[in-house]
């Protein structure tokens, strides 16, 4: 994990801090220069307790400046894990041979020793959007009487949830299944807040689908989980860049899913069906035209499909799916893949679907092989990027 990640998931444990964290974009100096002495030493204790590597990283950059001297030097060992408390003495070690005061270290116990008190483990993570629009979603929560759970959903914002399970692992197992989620096959996890996470699966589940029910344990567990009021990712995108040209943007956004990097996410089989069918008739008649009017057919009949398929709620998922593909694409460091996602979603609250180059991107990937034999091309279905499975049990 990055210290930009690693700073993101304090922003999620530390809403005093949260609000400097974020705007900071990852950036340790800058944030450093925001934070009251207080706020950077619970910053940086959160990251020695919960992510030592990017601690580490967080205090070699924070031990040039004397703000981040004071920082590092207000953090207690009391209630670090091992490898801290040994990580935080090494930090005081190199301060004193700078000449900086430092407290004086413990005296070793004598008597008993009290019991480790291990680090807190909370948080969440949730993949990119695949092909068909799903995505898995973790989180997990301490519980006094049971331990630490792991909840784990797999969820389509056109479906509802798909599947859900829920875990009670070791510590261990807990700590390899989550590095497993930044190995491999498995690197386009992105850690958000618990409350987050739990909030896309409730968003999910507002559009369950009624041919279909529900996992039996997401139904028992349903109304256990309490309120979801944490903002999705897609508004923590938003709210980090703002707003983009759109005329660029869109231009972009259209190229992204003409080129397989988003989408193709393609309509139910009863939706698309007939208005292939139709498409299908209008290009297929016997009147023999000039090349020029044969692309001002195929045109027309593109933007009377977006215009069709893209109305009212369909308009709405697509403007959602873009808003959270932005978020992935921001934490991933491709901002401007990200700004053209965000005014991707912003056209399709605004415009009707013939007048947005996006949506009309979507009907040539999806009926690319009529429009080929309309253009007298060898046919040549879109390929999709197989989706590698990220179903890691812990």
């Known amino acids: 994990m990055s210290l930009p990640d690693a700073l993101e998931a304090a922003a999620g444990s530390l809403p005093a801090e949260a ?3 974020r705007p900071a974009n990852g950036d340790a100096m800058r944030l450093l220069a925001t934070l009251p002495a ?15 590597a990017d601690g580490e990283e967080l205090a070699e950059l924070w031990c040039e400046e004397p703000k981040g001297q004071t ?9 670090l894990p091992k490898q801290s408390r040994k990580l935080l003495r090494r930090l005081h070690h190199r301060l004193r041979s700078r000449g900086v005061a ?29 092909p068909m629009g799903a995505r898995q979603v973790w989180w997990l929560e301490s519980q006094p009487a049971s331990g630490t759970k792991l909840f784990e959903c797999a969820i389509d914002d056109a479906r509802g949830v798909l599947a859900f399970e829920v875990y009670s692992p070791t510590r261990s197992d807990l700590r390899r299944f989550l590095k497993s989620l930044s190995a491999g096959a498995n690197a386009a996890v992105f850690p958000v807040d618990a409350a987050t996470a739990k909030a896309l699966v409730a968003k999910a589940a507002e559009r369950q ?18 309120p979801a009021a944490a903002p999705l990712p897609g508004a923590l995108a938003s709210e ?9 943007a869109l231009d972009a956004a259209a190229k ?26 209008a290009l297929d008649s016997p009147l023999v035209v000039s090349g020029a009017t044969r692309r001002e057919q195929v045109t027309r009949q593109v933007e009377e499909t977006a215009q069709e398929i893209f109305a009212g709620d369909a308009a709405a998922l697509a403007a959602h799916r873009f808003r959270e593909s932005a978020f992935c694409f921001w934490r991933r460091g491709e901002e401007s893949e990200a700004r053209a996602c965000l005014a991707a979603a912003a056209a399709f609250e605004q415009r009707p679907g013939q007048e947005n180059p996006v949506a009309r991107a979507f009907v040539e990937l999806w009926l690319r092989p009529l429009l080929s034999a309309a253009a007298g091309e060898p046919a040549a279905p879109a390929e999709a990027p197989e989706p590698s499975s990220l179903l890691v049990r812990p």
């Open 256 to 281: 992204l899913v003409s080129d397989g990097r988003l989408g193709p996410w393609p309509p139910e089989r009863a939706t698309m069906a007939p208005l292939v069918e139709r498409f299908r008739t």
């Open 38 to 52: 207080e706020g950077a030493a619970r910053v940086a204790a959160w990251l020695l307790a919960h992510r030592p």
């Open 71 to 79: 920082a590092l030097l207000g953090v207690e060992e009391a209630g």
């Open 102 to 130: 430092t407290p004086a270290p413990a005296p070793a116990p004598t008597v008993a020793r009290l019991p480790e008190v291990e680090e807190a483990l909370s948080g969440g993570f949730v993949t990119a959007l695949d």
């Open 209 to 226: 689908a009624t041919d279909r029910s529900a996992p039996r344990r997401w139904v028992e567990w349903r109304a256990r989980l309490g």
């Open 19 to 21: 609000d400097a964290i």
């Open 240 to 248: 980090a860049l703002g707003a983009s040209p759109e005329r660029d």
